[in-house]
């Protein structure tokens, strides 16, 4: 053919070399080339977690169907235009001449473990549990999001609002609200206020759930004579505290001699019998005071941590996104707190909700190096399966367009979320120019403008050797 590309090292230079077959045939070999990467790279990415050999440790098979989706290779005149795609056609020539040995060398060359930056942006795939640590995480998260369906109970909800002093409550919301509404308006601009009437409603809450409402025990005093209780460990619930959601039963005694009479602290997880009793410590205070918010109309989350904390978040429509409250603390959007506040490194922070359940960890966990703790229960995406599961049941009897909506929602805070990640990284690299954090920073959101305080609650020591 006169038209022929030159040909070049290791490639015949017979016309004959570069008929259809021959194009076929290299067209093939690229295919496979980039197939088996592909399928190496997602391998050796989902075995990494539960320790199966790598991709370098087991034969690829070679007989796999192409993809019709993948780009046509270019056509050998095509790949004359550059002194890199004669390199790159001289080597697939020689594979061509050399018959079926060329794919096996081409599936060991891409059967090499990928780097990092090959992986580090590919999407989690969920992916269902299959060993009895996955299984054992996956039932423990399902039996977890029952607890605030339990706030949908018309009765808790009736009788929730009758403790509560609504006039006051409401009276500190809209005084409140109209002050932030003021100092929005005095700047000029067009702003909204920081936050609207329903998160004032919440704050008022707050302030009279910490200071006149509940109660925090560490150790219960003796009911007859008031003197301080020693822990003489557990003893099992009777049927009545039973009912009541008592599933553990605390026992202490009296330290006054003359006095020894034994004082039973039950675990309720009844919120019925916590307006009733309206004490405890982190376990009921949080779940008695998601069920207020609810009462108030509130949308709440209820949030387990696995290092033996949980809190609340609500939903604020003026911001579009999920705000942290802890009532132990009386702190309200402060996700920094347990981590950089209390000191205390975290695994898992998951919260669970009438719409389903969330991964949050990355709202309380900046820097994973530093306040991060190894997360072993389960991979990640069998992680991202089960509370994908969670949702799926909580919203299988929902109409199409509240699932519409909850979608949304949910694609909002994974970009809100994302962009703490992002935040902690930059704050990292700007600390070490030599200026310091001044040099080159943005805007932070009001969450990072708080100063993480320590612990109120309880005393320190104590929560090192009680269950919360």
């Given at each position: 053919?006169?038209d022929?590309?030159p040909?070049?090292?290791?490639?015949?230079?017979?016309s004959?070399?570069?008929?259809e077959?021959?194009?076929?045939?290299l067209?093939?070999?690229?295919?496979?080339?980039l197939?088996?990467?592909?399928?190496?790279?997602?391998?050796?990415?989902s075995r990494s977690r539960?320790?199966?050999?790598?991709?370098?440790?087991r034969p690829s098979?070679?007989?796999?169907?192409?993809?019709?989706?993948?780009p046509?290779?270019?056509?050998?005149?095509s790949?004359?235009?550059?002194?890199s795609?004669?390199c790159?056609?001289?080597?697939?020539?020689k594979?061509?001449s050399?018959?079926s040995?060329?794919?096996h060398?081409?599936?060991?060359?891409?059967?090499?473990?990928?780097?990092?930056s090959?992986?580090?942006?590919?999407?989690?795939?969920p992916?269902?549990?299959?060993?009895?640590?996955?299984?054992?995480?996956?039932?423990?998260l399902?039996?977890?999001s029952?607890?605030?369906?339990?706030?949908?109970?018309?009765?808790?909800?009736?009788?929730?609002l009758?403790?509560?002093?609504?006039?006051r409550?409401?009276?500190?919301?809209?005084?409140e609200?109209?002050?932030?509404?003021a100092q929005?308006?005095?700047?000029g601009?067009?702003?909204?206020?920081?936050?609207?009437?329903?998160?004032?409603?919440?704050?008022?809450l707050?302030?009279w759930?910490?200071?006149?409402?509940?109660?925090w025990?560490?150790n219960?005093?003796?009911?007859?004579?008031?003197?301080?209780?020693?822990s003489?460990?557990m003893t099992?619930?009777?049927?009545?505290?039973?009912a009541?959601?008592?599933?553990?039963?605390?026992?202490?005694?009296?330290?006054?001699?003359?006095?020894?009479?034994?004082?039973?602290?039950?675990?309720?997880?009844?919120?019925?019998?916590?307006?009733?009793?309206?004490?405890g410590?982190c376990?009921?205070?949080?779940n008695?005071?998601?069920m207020?918010?609810?009462?108030?109309?509130?949308?709440?989350?209820?949030?387990?941590?696995?290092?033996?904390h949980?809190?609340?978040e609500?939903?604020?429509?003026?911001?579009?996104?999920?705000?942290?409250?802890?009532?132990?603390?009386?702190?309200w959007?402060n996700?920094?707190l347990?981590?950089?506040g209390?000191?205390?490194?975290?695994?898992?922070?998951?919260?669970?909700?009438i719409d389903?359940?969330?991964?949050?960890?990355?709202?309380?966990?900046r820097?994973?190096?530093k306040?991060?703790l190894?997360?072993?229960?389960?991979?990640?995406?069998?992680?991202?399966?089960?509370?994908d599961?969670?949702k799926?049941?909580?919203?299988?009897?929902?109409?199409?367009?509240?699932?519409?909506?909850?979608?949304?929602?949910?694609?909002?805070?994974?970009?809100?979320?994302r962009?703490?990640?992002?935040?902690?990284i930059?704050?990292?690299?700007?600390?070490?120019?030599p200026r310091?954090?001044?040099?080159?920073?943005s805007?932070?959101?009001?969450?990072?403008?708080?100063?993480?305080?320590?612990?109120?609650s309880?005393?320190?020591?104590?929560?090192?050797?009680?269950?919360?």
């Amino acid at each position: 053919m006169a038209d022929s590309p030159p040909p070049s090292r290791g490639v015949a230079a017979d016309s004959s070399t570069y008929d259809e077959d021959w194009a076929k045939d290299l067209r093939l070999q690229f295919e496979q080339l980039l197939r088996t990467k592909r399928l190496n790279d997602l391998g050796h990415r989902s075995r990494s977690r539960s320790g199966s050999p790598g991709p370098h440790d087991r034969p690829s098979s070679p007989h796999r169907h192409h993809s019709p989706s993948l780009p046509v290779s270019p056509t050998p005149s095509s790949l004359s235009t550059s002194s890199s795609d004669h390199c790159m056609q001289s080597r697939l020539g020689k594979r061509a001449s050399k018959g079926s040995a060329a794919p096996h060398r081409a599936t060991s060359n891409a059967s090499l473990p990928p780097s990092y930056s090959s992986l580090r942006n590919l999407p989690k795939v969920p992916t269902p549990p299959t060993d009895s640590q996955s299984l054992k995480f996956r039932n423990l998260l399902v039996s977890l999001s029952l607890t605030p369906t339990k706030y949908e109970n018309p009765g808790l909800l009736d009788e929730a609002l009758s403790v509560i002093p609504l006039d006051r409550v409401y009276g500190e919301a809209e005084e409140e609200s109209q002050v932030l509404q003021a100092q929005a308006e005095s700047m000029g601009d067009g702003r909204k206020a920081e936050w609207g009437y329903q998160d004032c409603v919440i704050r008022a809450l707050l302030r009279w759930f910490k200071r006149t409402f509940f109660t925090w025990v560490n150790n219960p005093p003796c009911p007859n004579c008031f003197s301080p209780t020693v822990s003489h460990g557990m003893t099992p619930p009777t049927p009545d505290e039973a009912a009541r959601g008592a599933a553990r039963v605390e026992l202490y005694r009296c330290s006054a001699t003359e006095c020894g009479v034994f004082e039973r602290f039950p675990r309720y997880s009844d919120v019925w019998a916590l307006l009733q009793t309206r004490r405890g410590r982190c376990g009921e205070w949080a779940n008695c005071f998601s069920m207020l918010c609810r009462a108030v109309g509130g949308r709440v989350r209820w949030v387990w941590n696995s290092e033996d904390h949980v809190w609340t978040e609500v939903y604020s429509e003026q911001q579009k996104r999920w705000v942290h409250v802890d009532a132990c603390e009386e702190a309200w959007d402060n996700p920094r707190l347990y981590a950089e506040g209390w000191k205390k490194k975290l695994a898992y922070c998951i919260a669970f909700s009438i719409d389903g359940a969330m991964d949050v960890t990355r709202r309380y966990v900046r820097n994973t190096a530093k306040h991060g703790l190894d997360r072993t229960r389960s991979p990640e995406e069998v992680l991202l399966w089960i509370t994908d599961e969670i949702k799926r049941m909580r919203r299988e009897s929902m109409g199409k367009e509240e699932r519409r909506r909850l979608i949304k929602e949910d694609e909002r805070e994974e970009k809100e979320l994302r962009g703490y990640v992002a935040q902690a990284i930059a704050a990292e690299v700007t600390s070490l120019l030599p200026r310091g954090p001044s040099v080159g920073t943005s805007p932070v959101s009001s969450d990072d403008q708080k100063l993480p305080t320590g612990r109120q609650s309880g005393k320190l020591k104590v929560h090192t050797s009680i269950d919360e």
